[in-house]
T-cell receptor
Framework: KQEVTQIPAALSVPEGENLVLNCSFTDSAIYNLQWFRQDPGKGLTSLLLIQSSQREQTSGRLNASLDKSSGRSTLYIAASQPGDSATYLCAVDTGRRALTFGSGTRLQVQP | DAGVIQSPRHEVTEMGQEVTLRCKPI?????LFWYRQTMMRGLELLIY????????DSGMPEDRFSAKMPNASFSTLKIQPSEPRDSAVYFC??????????FGPGTRLTVT
């Protein structure tokens, strides 16, 4: 059974700092990996999708990498802003379409 | 596109009542998913459909839960009878070929 772990559970940084969020998964046979953002009381917003054949994806200040062999993905946020404060969720598709989610990293960017 | 639409956004009901949650997926998406989010268990898949056909319902907690997708633009999740432990946020999501899933705003269900 696929298990997804996100470390740290919470992170507080000053505005402008570059930061890395980590995601690990137990079964390397994945179809894709997706990073989401969730604001309090809101739904999930898709940030980046990395397919199993890809090593990274970039969108603006966000860069996500994937290392299937080690079962790891990282989300890099450059020049963090207070508006980046949210919970970031990593989710893995093992090929059966349904996503297995990590428990998230709660990010607070201090102005 | 309006994105995934869910209704109602909030539902408060008494134990034993029937609850129906509704979802309209993104047009053209052929997969539809129902997830539940709680503090204790995080996000969990309940059921998903492909081309209106249920594919995997192994996450449905028990017979009190049922889901239907009568056409490509509408799905319902029904709980009958509802119990306090069903209190959670229920999300609907849809996807197409690459399975990049797009989530609705969720329905916050409170069963008293």
């Amino acid at each position: 059974k696929q298990e997804v772990t996100q470390i740290p559970a919470a992170l507080s940084v000053p505005e402008g700092e570059n930061l890395v969020l980590n995601c690990s998964f137990t079964d390397s046979a994945i179809y894709n990996l997706q990073w989401f953002r969730q604001d309090p009381g809101k739904g999930l917003t898709s940030l980046l999708l990395i397919q199993s054949s890809q090593r990274e994806q970039t969108s603006g200040r966000l860069n996500a990498s994937l290392d299937k062999s080690s079962g790891r993905s990282t989300l890099y946020i450059a020049a963090s802003q207070p508006g980046d404060s949210a919970t970031y969720l990593c989710a893995v598709d093992t090929g059966r379409r349904a996503l297995t989610f990590g428990s998230g990293t709660r990010l607070q960017v201090q102005p | 596109d309006a994105g995934v639409i869910q209704s109602p956004r909030h539902e408060v009901t008494e134990m034993g009542q029937e609850v129906t949650l509704r979802c309209k997926p993104i047009s053209g998406h052929d997969y539809l998913f129902w997830y539940r989010q709680t503090m204790m268990r995080g996000l969990e898949l309940l059921i998903y459909f492909n081309n209106n056909v249920p594919i995997d319902d192994s996450g449905m907690p028990e017979d009190r839960f049922s889901a239907k997708m009568p056409n490509a633009s509408f799905s319902t999740l029904k709980i009958q009878p509802s119990e306090p432990r069903d209190s959670a946020v229920y999300f609907c999501a849809s996807s197409a070929e690459k399975n990049e899933q797009y989530f609705g705003p969720g329905t916050r269900l409170t069963v008293t």
